[in-house]
Protein backbone atom coordinates (compact mmCIF):
# COMPACT_ATOMS: atom_id res chain seq x y z
CA UNK A 1 0.00 0.00 0.00
CA UNK A 2 1.36 3.59 -0.57
CA UNK A 3 1.89 5.33 2.27
CA UNK A 4 2.73 9.61 2.55
CA UNK A 5 4.75 10.97 5.32
CA UNK A 6 4.86 14.56 6.41
CA UNK A 7 7.72 14.66 9.14
CA UNK A 8 6.46 18.37 10.45
CA UNK A 9 3.55 17.80 12.48
CA UNK A 10 3.57 22.13 13.20
CA UNK A 11 5.08 24.63 11.18
CA UNK A 12 5.46 28.70 11.77
CA UNK A 13 6.56 31.46 9.52
CA UNK A 14 6.62 35.00 9.82
CA UNK A 15 3.96 37.22 7.49
CA UNK A 16 5.76 37.90 4.35
CA UNK A 17 7.98 35.09 4.40
CA UNK A 18 8.31 31.99 2.38
CA UNK A 19 7.64 28.61 4.19
CA UNK A 20 8.35 24.72 2.94
CA UNK A 21 6.35 21.89 4.10
CA UNK A 22 7.95 18.27 3.77
CA UNK A 23 6.38 15.47 2.08
CA UNK A 24 7.54 12.09 1.11
CA UNK A 25 5.83 9.24 0.08
CA UNK A 26 6.52 5.40 -1.17
CA UNK A 27 4.93 3.72 -4.32
CA UNK A 28 6.02 0.99 -6.94
CA UNK A 29 4.04 2.55 -9.43
CA UNK A 30 5.61 4.94 -11.91
CA UNK A 31 1.77 6.59 -12.93
CA UNK A 32 0.50 8.66 -9.95
CA UNK A 33 -1.14 12.42 -9.08
CA UNK A 34 0.26 14.03 -6.04
CA UNK A 35 -1.94 16.91 -4.29
CA UNK A 36 -1.74 19.16 -1.43
CA UNK A 37 -4.78 20.10 0.22
CA UNK A 38 -5.76 22.88 2.66
CA UNK A 39 -7.88 21.87 6.14
CA UNK A 40 -8.92 25.75 7.88
CA UNK A 41 -10.79 25.69 10.92
CA UNK A 42 -14.04 25.54 9.00
CA UNK A 43 -12.66 22.15 8.09
CA UNK A 44 -13.23 22.01 4.52
CA UNK A 45 -10.38 20.19 2.69
CA UNK A 46 -9.67 22.70 -0.29
CA UNK A 47 -7.12 21.74 -3.15
CA UNK A 48 -3.99 23.91 -3.10
CA UNK A 49 -1.84 22.18 -6.06
CA UNK A 50 -1.81 18.83 -7.42
CA UNK A 51 1.16 17.58 -10.05
CA UNK A 52 1.00 14.61 -12.34
CA UNK A 53 4.17 12.11 -11.49
CA UNK A 54 5.06 12.01 -15.66
CA UNK A 55 5.41 15.50 -15.69
CA UNK A 56 8.87 17.15 -14.85
CA UNK A 57 8.51 20.71 -14.88
CA UNK A 58 7.28 21.59 -10.71
CA UNK A 59 3.38 22.93 -10.53
CA UNK A 60 2.76 26.06 -9.54
CA UNK A 61 -0.44 28.15 -8.51
CA UNK A 62 0.16 32.00 -7.48
CA UNK A 63 1.86 31.94 -4.11
CA UNK A 64 1.74 27.83 -3.83
CA UNK A 65 5.08 25.93 -5.68
CA UNK A 66 5.99 22.30 -5.43
CA UNK A 67 9.45 20.95 -5.67
CA UNK A 68 8.74 17.22 -7.19
CA UNK A 69 11.33 15.10 -6.93
CA UNK A 70 10.25 11.56 -8.25
CA UNK A 71 13.70 9.46 -7.51
CA UNK A 72 13.26 10.91 -4.29
CA UNK A 73 9.66 10.42 -3.85
CA UNK A 74 9.64 13.66 -2.41
CA UNK A 75 6.93 16.50 -2.91
CA UNK A 76 7.64 19.57 -0.66
CA UNK A 77 5.51 22.74 -0.64
CA UNK A 78 6.44 26.33 -0.45
CA UNK A 79 4.27 28.94 -0.12
CA UNK A 80 5.35 32.60 -0.50
CA UNK A 81 4.73 35.65 1.02
CA UNK A 82 2.68 34.03 3.56
CA UNK A 83 -0.88 35.61 4.31
CA UNK A 84 -2.67 35.33 7.32
CA UNK A 85 -5.17 33.39 5.72
CA UNK A 86 -2.78 30.80 4.99
CA UNK A 87 -2.86 29.04 8.11
CA UNK A 88 -4.42 25.67 8.28
CA UNK A 89 -3.49 22.20 8.35
CA UNK A 90 -1.65 20.94 5.41
CA UNK A 91 -2.20 17.61 4.12
CA UNK A 92 -0.14 15.58 1.42
CA UNK A 93 -1.74 13.11 -0.55
CA UNK A 94 -1.38 10.47 -3.25
CA UNK A 95 -3.54 9.10 -5.84
CA UNK A 96 -3.01 6.13 -8.11
CA UNK A 97 -3.20 7.11 -11.66
CA UNK A 98 -4.03 3.22 -12.73
CA UNK A 99 -6.95 2.97 -10.03
CA UNK A 100 -7.46 6.62 -9.15
CA UNK A 101 -10.40 5.64 -6.47
CA UNK A 102 -8.52 6.86 -3.39
CA UNK A 103 -6.72 9.01 -1.93
CA UNK A 104 -3.74 8.41 0.79
CA UNK A 105 -3.17 11.21 2.93
CA UNK A 106 -0.32 11.95 5.28
CA UNK A 107 -0.81 13.47 8.45
CA UNK A 108 -0.93 16.77 8.10
CA UNK A 109 1.65 19.78 8.97
CA UNK A 110 -0.61 22.62 11.20
CA UNK A 111 0.94 25.84 9.71
CA UNK A 112 0.94 28.93 11.94
CA UNK A 113 1.27 32.29 10.63
CA UNK A 114 2.93 34.98 12.77
CA UNK A 115 1.77 38.34 11.78
CA UNK B 1 -23.81 25.09 -7.66
CA UNK B 2 -23.48 25.15 -3.49
CA UNK B 3 -21.19 22.64 -3.48
CA UNK B 4 -20.92 19.30 -1.30
CA UNK B 5 -23.36 19.36 1.80
CA UNK B 6 -23.16 17.33 4.61
CA UNK B 7 -25.42 17.11 7.56
CA UNK B 8 -25.24 17.08 10.92
CA UNK B 9 -22.61 18.84 11.10
CA UNK B 10 -22.27 17.51 14.54
CA UNK B 11 -23.57 14.43 16.13
CA UNK B 12 -23.17 13.16 19.60
CA UNK B 13 -24.82 9.75 20.44
CA UNK B 14 -24.60 7.39 23.09
CA UNK B 15 -22.66 4.51 22.59
CA UNK B 16 -24.55 1.59 21.30
CA UNK B 17 -26.99 4.31 19.21
CA UNK B 18 -27.71 3.82 15.49
CA UNK B 19 -26.51 7.53 13.62
CA UNK B 20 -26.80 8.07 9.56
CA UNK B 21 -25.12 10.75 8.06
CA UNK B 22 -26.21 12.28 4.86
CA UNK B 23 -23.94 13.77 2.19
CA UNK B 24 -25.59 15.63 -1.33
CA UNK B 25 -22.54 15.94 -3.94
CA UNK B 26 -22.26 18.40 -6.55
CA UNK B 27 -25.24 17.55 -8.77
CA UNK B 28 -22.94 16.81 -11.94
CA UNK B 29 -20.62 14.82 -10.17
CA UNK B 30 -20.99 11.01 -10.74
CA UNK B 31 -18.50 9.63 -8.04
CA UNK B 32 -18.54 10.04 -4.19
CA UNK B 33 -16.51 9.19 -1.64
CA UNK B 34 -16.34 8.89 2.02
CA UNK B 35 -13.26 9.01 4.80
CA UNK B 36 -13.09 9.15 8.02
CA UNK B 37 -10.82 11.61 9.88
CA UNK B 38 -9.56 11.03 13.84
CA UNK B 39 -7.29 13.32 15.36
CA UNK B 40 -3.96 14.19 14.50
CA UNK B 41 -3.97 11.95 11.58
CA UNK B 42 -5.42 12.51 7.78
CA UNK B 43 -8.36 11.61 6.09
CA UNK B 44 -8.45 7.83 5.50
CA UNK B 45 -10.60 6.32 2.68
CA UNK B 46 -13.79 4.13 3.45
CA UNK B 47 -15.89 3.50 0.29
CA UNK B 48 -16.70 4.93 -3.17
CA UNK B 49 -19.59 5.35 -5.48
CA UNK B 50 -19.72 5.80 -9.10
CA UNK B 51 -23.72 6.80 -9.34
CA UNK B 52 -25.48 4.50 -7.40
CA UNK B 53 -22.90 1.09 -7.58
CA UNK B 54 -20.63 1.56 -4.70
CA UNK B 55 -17.69 -0.05 -5.94
CA UNK B 56 -15.17 -0.06 -3.62
CA UNK B 57 -14.94 -0.63 0.53
CA UNK B 58 -12.25 -0.04 2.49
CA UNK B 59 -11.60 -2.90 5.12
CA UNK B 60 -11.94 0.02 7.91
CA UNK B 61 -15.52 -0.13 6.29
CA UNK B 62 -16.80 -2.86 9.02
CA UNK B 63 -20.04 -5.09 9.30
CA UNK B 64 -21.63 -2.20 11.82
CA UNK B 65 -20.86 0.33 8.55
CA UNK B 66 -23.17 0.64 5.85
CA UNK B 67 -23.56 3.11 2.83
CA UNK B 68 -26.13 4.22 0.25
CA UNK B 69 -26.26 6.26 -2.62
CA UNK B 70 -29.80 5.55 -3.85
CA UNK B 71 -30.49 7.05 -7.42
CA UNK B 72 -26.91 8.28 -7.81
CA UNK B 73 -27.92 11.46 -5.78
CA UNK B 74 -27.26 11.91 -2.38
CA UNK B 75 -25.51 9.81 0.09
CA UNK B 76 -26.23 8.33 3.37
CA UNK B 77 -23.50 6.43 6.02
CA UNK B 78 -24.73 4.59 9.05
CA UNK B 79 -23.51 3.57 11.41
CA UNK B 80 -25.09 0.68 13.92
CA UNK B 81 -24.18 0.18 17.30
CA UNK B 82 -21.75 3.10 17.91
CA UNK B 83 -18.82 2.20 19.59
CA UNK B 84 -15.74 4.85 21.32
CA UNK B 85 -13.61 4.56 18.72
CA UNK B 86 -16.06 5.50 15.95
CA UNK B 87 -15.60 9.14 17.31
CA UNK B 88 -14.22 11.22 13.97
CA UNK B 89 -15.23 13.93 11.41
CA UNK B 90 -16.77 11.91 8.71
CA UNK B 91 -16.33 13.55 5.47
CA UNK B 92 -17.64 13.23 2.20
CA UNK B 93 -16.23 14.60 -1.20
CA UNK B 94 -17.26 14.15 -4.89
CA UNK B 95 -15.85 14.47 -8.53
CA UNK B 96 -16.88 14.21 -11.85
CA UNK B 97 -14.67 11.42 -13.38
CA UNK B 98 -11.72 9.85 -11.50
CA UNK B 99 -9.05 12.05 -13.19
CA UNK B 100 -10.43 15.28 -11.70
CA UNK B 101 -10.14 16.53 -8.17
CA UNK B 102 -12.34 15.71 -5.52
CA UNK B 103 -14.58 18.61 -3.54
CA UNK B 104 -14.78 17.97 -0.35
CA UNK B 105 -17.93 18.86 2.31
CA UNK B 106 -16.69 20.42 5.31
CA UNK B 107 -17.51 17.01 7.31
CA UNK B 108 -20.00 15.55 10.06
CA UNK B 109 -17.94 15.57 13.87
CA UNK B 110 -19.13 12.78 15.78
CA UNK B 111 -19.01 12.07 19.39
CA UNK B 112 -19.71 8.39 20.81
CA UNK B 113 -19.93 9.12 24.76
Known amino acids: AQTVTQSQPEMSVQEAETVTLSCTYD???????LFWYKQPPSRQMILVIR??????QNATENRFSVNFQKAAKSFSLKISDSQLGDAAMYFC????????????FGTGTSLTVIP | DTGVSQDPRHKITKRGQNVTFRCDPI?????LYWYRQTLGQGPEFLTYFQNEAQLEKSRLLSDRFSAERPKGSFSTLEIQRTEQGDSAMYLC???????????FGSGTRLTVV
Open chain 2, 27 to 31: SEHNR
Open chain 1, 27 to 33: TSESDYY
Open chain 2, 93 to 103: ASSQGWNYGYT
Open chain 1, 93 to 104: AYRSARTGNQFY
Open chain 1, 51 to 56: QEAYKQ
